[in-house]
């Protein structure tokens, strides 16, 4: 059966060609060229699977992504931005996070648990939006019943003019009530309190099994009781209007488009995977690597995970996994999980020619955010371009010196360059502030000469 996603770019996601799903990534992350194009064809190939009979979709698995590259390189950004552009349910988890069933930690299911609750809630926001309206309209009316006495009854014989005197009146509040004159006039509402019992709970199953049970077999412990209180009239709006919403909304149907988006949209970006491999010459199991890759195997395979808005199947989420392994390689993986990713994936470490486009290309680059931030304070914040390669020549040389960490070394170094603007911005006279090159030396070259300085500052 074929998913409706909601579109989030101009073109509908069903048909962008990878082509031009890398132009949309592009527009976020600089260069990988590699990296977009197998996350571009994995994307495509699950629209195309989509538009396959049944029978023959079930069989195509997903071919799950192995990305292989040093950290601030953009592996968590590209499968962020695909998962955005493509409306799926995403989320992100770290390998080194889990433990081997039986020891403390994180059990390797939640992930899919974690996934199906962002999904609820992404389905969630999306028919709050068709409700809305809807909602508003009737807490309007819930709010005017309050405000207004109760009509008098009246005699069957009485004619319509007291009926239309009676709704004329309605109709004048509802504009008050529209146009904020009622808004210092107070109300009383029952407000339902969120009571949640406490007890400790010590057991060998999950959390999620014995919250399941605990609501199945005492429902009325968890719906709170109501109580009255006094509140202005936009409060009371408010709260009526997100009850109005919550009585609109189907959440088992929620639950249910959400498991299906879950099961043939879903995608787990499973980061560090490189930390839970095996290193060469250890002798015996190692209860913290090679037994969280075993417990893992399973969910990439595919198998049924019960959650509580049901049982999900895990066999067409799409994984991609990252690492750096400057220690461990891919080949020390278990080899039942490396034949789970068959796409495998370089990134290219950054140098100064990505820095000085990623400080100024992407939508959302550094120096974009920072001009918007001063701009909140009547600052108006430029840059020039010697300045920003003189900022790009100085990340790369801390970068090469210390620990390489990438595209994130630049936020390290704006921050440090812009560190006097940003603290004495408020009180600045002059509203209008260059960054030049010899702004950026004065500011930053004694820390970077300094080796020691530039591996604790920056």
Do not use: C, W
């Not at 081997?100 to 962002?118: A, Q």
């Not at 199945?216 to 009850?243: C, I, N, T, W």
């Amino acid at each position: 059966m074929a998913i409706l996603l909601p579109e989030t770019t101009q073109s509908s996601t069903d048909t962008l060609t990878p082509r031009q799903i890398v132009a949309e990534l592009d527009k976020y992350v600089i260069g990988q060229h590699a990296a977009k194009r197998a996350v571009a064809i994995a994307l495509r190939n699950r629209m195309r699977r989509q538009k396959l009979a049944p029978e023959l979709a079930e069989e195509i698995a997903p071919k799950n992504i192995l990305m292989i590259g040093p950290t601030g390189v953009g592996k968590t950004e590209i499968a962020r931005r695909l998962a955005r552009l493509a409306q799926s349910p995403f989320l992100k988890v770290e390998a080194s996070k889990f433990t081997e069933v039986g020891y403390v930690g994180r059990d390797v299911e939640s992930m899919v648990r974690d996934l199906v609750e962002l999904g609820v809630e992404m389905v969630r926001e999306e028919r709050l939006e068709e409700v809305r309206a809807k909602a508003a309209q009737n807490a309007e009316d819930r709010l005017l019943d309050i405000l207004l006495p109760p009509p008098r009854p009246m005699a069957p014989d009485e004619d319509s003019a007291a009926r239309d005197q009676q709704q004329q009146t309605r109709e004048r509040f509802r504009e008050q009530l529209r146009a904020g004159r009622l808004d210092t006039r107070v109300v009383e509402i029952d407000v339902r309190e969120k009571s949640f019992p406490s007890f400790e709970i010590i057991a060998g199953s999950s959390v999620e099994e014995v919250d399941i049970n605990l609501k199945d077999m005492l429902p009325g412990l968890f719906q709170g009781k109501s109580k009255k209180r006094k509140v202005k009239v936009p409060e009371a709006l408010e709260y009526l209007s997100q009850e109005e919403e919550q009585k609109l909304i189907d959440m088992d149907s929620v639950a249910r488009a959400a498991v299906e988006r879950v099961e043939q949209a879903g995608i787990i970006f499973v980061d560090e995977i490189d930390k839970i491999a095996g290193r060469e010459g250890s002798h015996g199991p190692d209860v913290s690597r090679e037994g969280v890759q075993r417990d893992i195997l399973p969910i990439v395979e595919g198998t049924t995970v019960n959650t509580k808005y049901g049982m999900v199947r895990t066999d067409h989420i799409l994984f991609i996994a990252a690492g750096a392994f400057h220690v461990a390689k891919p080949s020390d993986l278990i080899p039942e999980l490396q034949g789970r990713f068959p796409i495998r994936v370089e990134l290219e470490p950054l140098g100064r020619d990505e820095f000085v486009r990623i400080l100024t290309e992407p939508r959302s680059a550094l120096v974009k955010q920072y001009m918007a931030l001063m701009d909140t304070e009547g600052i108006t914040l430029t840059f020039t371009d010697d300045a920003i390669h003189r900022i790009a020549d100085f990340a790369t040389r801390v970068n090469e010196r210390t620990e390489n960490i990438g595209a994130r070394r630049l936020a390290t170094v704006m921050e440090k360059l812009l560190d006097e603007i940003s603290f004495e911005g408020p009180d600045l006279e002059n509203k209008i502030v260059t960054i030049d090159e010899a702004y950026v030396t004065k500011m930053l070259a004694d820390i970077v000469k300094n080796e020691d300085l530039s591996r604790y500052i920056l």
